[in-house]
Structure formats: structure tokens, C-alpha cells
């Protein structure tokens, strides 16, 4: 083989190593001490890059989506639930991290809206902490927002997971 064809694929495979996305780094779960809306968007765009976080079986890419949630979404789940699921009972593990891209009617992103399962938070709601986050990292809403809840508590029995049944592969 000569040299240029052996510098081509050389080329090739490290272009290939240098474009996939890093493996999702293995961290203990956030604790209710210390969890705040800038801890939480710490967590998924410093420590781990939610972008590299997998899209639920048969709802991956742009969806349609619904106020309050925007015209258009894309969800991600963390290795902790997707690795997870099915789940019987349906309770998500502690650690679990749900991304939700919400985009305009143009398809900008608006915001991000997400769920993280934080031991000892919130025992009435399973301890889930809910946060809407602007692109740029701005704080819009976190805890047990009253928005979040008037919807997610109709989901009670799955966990207040709306998007995805939990006890299903």
C-alpha cells in the first residue's frame, strides 16, 4: 500500500475518533443540599454535556410539542433512566436527569426545561426539582414549580414522567 493511500485512512480514522461524542461520564447523584437551578445546569452542561445524553425509544429527534413546553421539542434522558428501563415499579432511580429542549415555532431554542431525582428533595413529588433555563444558563423557574406540578402530579403513577412510560422497554 502505498504512503499517500496509508496517510488517507490514517486521516480518516482520526477524523472519525476526533467527531464522536465523549461517553457520558459516571457521577454520583446530585443531594438535596446542594441542588439549585445553577447546580443543576452545572451538571449537564460542565460536568456532563446533556447533548450526549440518549433520546427515549420512538421519541428521538425534533417532536412536536405543547405549551408550556414550546412548538417543538427534543428530549434527552441521562445513563442513569435510560439504562434504567423499564422500571417495575415505575420509579425512577435517584441520579436520573430528563432534558428537555423547548423550541419557538421557527425552531430556536427557547429554553430548556428538565427534571433530576434528587434523594430527600421533595418526598411529595418523588423527589423530583424542576428548572426552566434559558439557553445561556439564566435561572426562569426551579424547586416544585407550581406550572410543573399542575401537569406532571396527572402523571403521579408513572413517576411524573409525562413523556415516556417508565414500565415499558
Known sequence: MNKVMMLMIAAMLLSFSCSRKAEEPELEPLTSSEISGERLWARITEESDYTGYRQWTGHDGLKPGQSPHGVWHKVFVNRDLYQAVPLAPPVAPYGSIIVKENYDSKKK????????????YSPETNDWFWAAIGPEGEILAEGSPAGCLSCHVGMEANDYIIIKNIDEP
Do not use: C, N, S
Open 109 to 120: 431554542l427557547d429554553k430548556l426545561t428538565v427534571m433530576a431525582k434528587i434523594k430527600g
